[in-house]
C-alpha cells in the first residue's frame, strides 16, 4: 500500500508506457513546466480530468433519458430528444 502526502492509503500506481505524437508531448512538457512539476504527473491529471469528464457525460445522458422517459409533454420530449441525440452524435 502506498501513502499520500495526507497518509491516506492509495493503491499501488501502474507504471504504463505510452507513446505520445510530438506536438502532443511538446504540450504536455509546457504545462509541466508552467506548472513546475512532471510530464508525468501532468498525464495522469488530465486523464483523470479526461475519465471524470466520460463519467460526467454519461450521468447527463441517463439523465436526460430518465426525463424523457417520465415526460408527457409533446414539445420536452422532442426537446429531450435532440438533446440526447447532440450528446450521441455531436453537433
Excluded: C
Excluded at 500500500?1 to 502532443?24: F, I
Excluded at 504536455?28 to 471524470?52: F, P, Y
Amino acid at each position: 500500500m502506498v501513502y499520500t502526502k495526507n497518509m491516506h492509503p492509495t493503491e499501488k500506481a501502474v507504471r504504463q508506457s505510452v507513446t505520445l505524437p510530438p506536438r502532443v508531448a511538446q504540450r504536455v512538457r509546457t504545462l509541466a513546466k508552467a506548472g513546475q512539476t512532471t510530464a508525468s504527473r501532468v498525464l495522469v491529471e488530465l486523464i483523470d480530468r479526461g475519465l471524470e469528464s466520460k463519467d460526467n457525460e454519461k450521468q447527463r445522458f441517463m439523465d436526460l433519458a430518465d426525463r424523457l422517459a417520465r415526460s408527457n409533454n409533446p414539445a420536452e420530449q422532442a426537446r429531450l430528444k435532440e438533446e440526447l441525440a447532440r450528446l450521441t452524435f455531436g453537433g
